[in-house]
């Protein structure tokens, strides 16, 4: 029995970028795994050591984007994310991470903070959604 395509949930169902930026915002931006730090090499188009340099902040072994006058470097406020295919994973994640299927506080406070999440949804219902999804996906990127 196949499902019919309207009850097969949707990453739309839950969540539309709306590319305001908000989570690009702050002082600290995501750490950049390998494969990350590769994508980003590539999508830039730049040897490794002079994206370590413009726009890598190193501390240890933690590899994180640099900052901005208090948003990630990467980020235009006219074009949003300028590395978008080369976005660490994270970001692609963001905001529906899997910890809001267990934390209701933390669901509402990405909630309130991106525009992008649907307003209309009981939070149970946005859980099932979710829960769903990543079942049938795995990694969810958005």
Not at 41 to 56: A, F, H, Q, S
């Amino acid at each position: 029995m196949q499902e019919n395509d309207s009850t097969v949930p949707r990453l739309s169902d839950i969540f539309r970028c709306t590319r305001c930026g908000y989570c690009c915002q702050g002082e600290t931006t995501v750490s950049l795994d390998q494969e990350d730090q590769q994508r980003m090499v590539d999508k830039l188009g730049l040897p490794r050591e002079e994206v370590r340099e413009k726009y890598w902040r190193v501390t240890g072994n933690v590899v994180q984007m640099k900052t901005v006058d208090g948003h990630c470097i990467f980020y235009d406020e006219e074009a949003g994310c300028t590395v978008h295919e080369g976005r660490p994973w994270r970001c692609g994640q963001w905001p529906l991470h899997p910890s809001m299927l267990s934390d209701r506080n933390n669901y509402e406070t990405i909630k309130a903070s991106c525009p992008g999440i649907t307003r209309d949804l009981e939070y149970e219902e946005f859980c099932r959604i979710l829960q769903a999804l990543l079942e049938r996906q795995g990694v969810l990127i958005c």
